[in-house]
């Protein structure tokens, strides 16, 4: 087993008054030679959007692009005709494949917006972009995996163009669950969005991550009431002619 881990405050912080980003992996004007990546996972922005602020329309190509909100409205809109709110409880994903562009803004003018912004390298380049949203039940994930993301249109989540598996659980505590990986040659990026946990034997706090490979499971204790992602991605990169 091969472990990494990454605590809150070791991340790249930049703030620009109505965007306050906390990055994970380098971003931007933060550059670390040892996080770029984790596998096909490139970016985990964790991001604060003042009120009425936001991200005015820019272009992506090949990327996976999900959004996670923890609190607030944030508005999209894109060139494919999506024009959407998305809130805590929903998932959105953006496969950028030939070329899409595409706006966030916060839509309250009375409060923040906080939402996690991920990057995942696709399986397949220059597909044609499409889009997918979803409402996740809450209660759903209450001391269970609550699956949020997968590469299969007919399982539950949405639907990305890798084979990554997302899972949300909000856990009780000393609850313990055990996470079984569902890839080849994969790894999971576990992190912490409220409380602290132990995730095999390593014990984090809020905003910490953990990524894990050359292993079948993890094994997951609360030692507070806390809320973990889980990130279930390739640690082989795609080649550059896929």
């Not at 472990?3 to 930049?14: F, L």
């Not at 931007?28 to 030679?33: M, R």
């Amino acid at each position: 087993m091969h472990t990494i881990i990454h605590k809150a405050d070791s991340r790249g912080h930049a703030n620009h008054g109505w965007l306050n980003s906390f990055h994970t992996f380098s971003f931007a004007n933060y550059y670390d030679p040892e996080r770029i990546h984790f596998g096909v996972l490139r970016v985990l922005n964790d991001d604060t959007v003042a009120p009425g602020m936001g991200f005015g329309k820019h272009p992506h190509d090949n990327m996976e692009i999900i959004s996670i909100p923890l609190y607030g409205d944030l508005e999209h809109e894109d060139s494919m005709g999506n024009k959407t709110v998305i809130r805590e409880g929903d998932v959105q994903s953006m496969t950028a494949g030939t070329g899409v562009f595409h706006s966030e803004y916060n839509k309250n003018k009375d409060k923040e917006v906080k939402f996690l912004q991920i990057w995942i390298l696709p399986k397949k380049r220059n597909v044609t972009p499409s889009y997918d949203q979803i409402s996740m039940a809450l209660e759903e994930r209450h001391n269970k995996l609550q699956q949020i993301v997968s590469p299969n249109a007919d399982d539950e989540g949405v639907t990305i163009n890798q084979d990554a598996w997302f899972h949300i659980t909000k856990l009780d505590k000393d609850r313990e669950l055990t996470y079984a990986l569902k890839g080849q040659d994969t790894g999971v990026y576990a992190f912490v969005l409220e409380g602290s946990v132990s995730i095999n034997n390593t014990d984090l706090g809020r905003r910490d991550g953990l990524g894990i490979s050359e292993t079948d499971t993890l094994e997951i204790k609360a030692i507070t009431d806390a809320q973990v992602l889980l990130m279930e991605v390739p640690m082989r990169l795609p080649s550059v002619n896929g």
